[in-house]
């Protein structure tokens, strides 16, 4: 699989999902239930990385695929299993390891399960994906890939991490840059401590676009 040198522009979607676009297609990962009702509207191609619902949600995936007969979706089985008899031949399951193409964008898949959000809470399977060899879209997990990773989309606050967590984090995949993702939850009074923190220790810049802000990678 080559790795592209063309430039990506990258918009923020409310909470995970993100939409990148290059050679006028576009690729959106983790269209869930806090993102916009219009947030897999046309994609060519949709990345999921788990099953929880602000990750995936049915309607507004079944809503980007009906938009473009041809759009497709990749994701984990557990997602997959839930859409593969809606779109025949449009659904494709993956899991660590695994490369693929997707509207022109090239794909390398990491990780195999959820961040522990308890241990009384069992954990689910969740990948990370690789787009263009560049910029990587964790999901819900620390997943640290074997390969160096350009812009970093960050889970900045969840059920599942710490700060001290995501500071690290940023360490050990050292990017050039790190999105905040994964935000919803993030009140605007805290912010500042986070850009702060994250900006000072983790090593790497640190950026937060509004929904709907873009910038090119």
Known sequence: MTTSTKRITFTKKSHACVRLE???????????????DDAALGADAI?????????????????GMAA?????????????DQLSAAFPGRVHTVGDGDTFTAAGFD????????AVIHP????????????????????????????????????????WNKISEVIEYVREV???????????????????????QIGALGGAEHLRLTPGESADL
């Open 22 to 36: 290059k050679d006028g297609r576009t690729l959106v990962i983790d269209p869930g239930v806090f993102s916009e």
């Open 107 to 114: 794909v390398q898949v990491h990780g195999e399960l959820h």
């Open 120 to 159: 009384d809470i069992p954990r689910i399977t969740n990948v990370g994906y690789l787009v263009d060899g560049s910029v990587f879209h964790p999901g819900d997990a620390l997943t640290v890939p074997d390969q160096p990773v350009e812009t970093l989309m960050l889970p900045v606050m969840a059920p």
């Open 174 to 196: 050292k990017p050039r840059r790190a999105y905040d993702i994964h935000d919803a939850l993030l009140t605007d009074l805290a912010r500042p401590i986070y850009d702060n």
């Open 68 to 80: 473009n007969p041809a759009a497709e979706i990749w994701t984990l089985k557990s997602v997959a």
């Open 47 to 63: 990345l999921v990385t788990h099953e929880h619902p602000d990750h995936f949600n049915e309607e507004r995936l079944r809503a």
